[in-house]
């Protein structure tokens, strides 16, 4: 079992709906939660964390929490067609030095 | 720097070979990173700098990778006797101290092909 396990997609949606991305962590012990998101040959770059259970908003981001079911997500609202991208789960466990990613899902927003 | 940079952006070697990539962090991040990403892949950790604590090297996939980081600053990761499967592309990034609840700042990578 991978420690963090995401759907490789691609997820398609048409622009204006909600995107919802989800992420799955096996360490009960992980603390804090990030989301990246990757345009196809650039480096990651942080758009979401989370450490507390429930939701977290930033603009059309949300990440949802639930450390009992060990699962993250990240919801798009009002997707565009620039949200078009490879997004990243990763999760730090606090007894460990570095972030465990996920292997992504490709998001495809159909204009 | 304003952001973690990288060089070369880009490097083709041939089997055997030897190849050092570069890593400058963000100024004031005493945290340095390096993960790998074959096509298609998620990230792969190989190692981690911390200030002057001796670095935790758990992520390298063999004797032949090594990496060091001069001065608390400045990073260099090192293949030798390059393999066709050390392909992919090498990400770099800093972050402000051990805890890393606030996320990384990558650099651009290098991507590393091998023929």
């Known amino acids: 079992q991978k420690e963090v396990e995401q759907n490789s997609g691609p997820l398609s949606v048409p622009e204006g709906a909600i995107a919802s991305l989800n992420c799955t962590y096996s360490?009960?012990?992980?603390?804090?939660f990030f989301w990246y998101r990757q345009y196809s040959g650039k480096s990651p770059e942080l758009i979401m964390f989370?450490?507390?259970?429930g939701d977290k908003e930033d603009g059309r981001f949300t990440a949802q929490l639930n450390k009992a079911s060990q699962y993250v997500s990240l919801l798009i609202r009002d997707s565009q067609p620039s949200d078009s991208a490879t997004y990243l789960c990763?999760?730090?466990?606090?007894?460990?030095?570095?972030?465990?990613f996920g292997s992504g899902t490709r998001l495809q927003v159909q204009p | 720097g304003a952001g973690v940079s990288q060089s070369p952006s880009n490097k083709v070697t041939e089997k055997g070979k030897d190849v050092e990539l570069r890593c400058d962090p963000i100024?004031?991040?005493?945290?340095l990173y390096w993960y790998r990403q074959s096509l298609g892949q998620g990230l792969e950790f190989l190692i981690y700098?911390?200030?002057?604590?001796?670095?935790?090297k758990s992520g390298l996939p063999s004797d032949r990778f090594s990496a060091e980081r001069t001065g608390g600053s400045v990073s260099t990761l090192t293949i030798q006797r390059t393999q066709q499967e050390d392909s992919a592309v090498y990400l770099c990034?800093?972050?402000?101290?051990?805890?890393?609840?606030?996320?990384?700042?990558f650099g651009s990578g290098t991507r590393l092909t091998i023929v």
């Open positions: 990763a999760v730090n466990n606090m007894g460990r030095r570095a972030l465990t």
């Open positions: 360490d009960r012990g992980s603390q804090s």
């Open positions: 990034a800093s972050s402000l101290n051990r805890i890393t609840n606030y996320g990384y700042t």
């Open positions: 100024s004031g991040h005493t945290a």
């Open positions: 989370i450490y507390s259970n």
């Open positions: 700098f911390q200030g002057n604590s001796a670095p935790d």
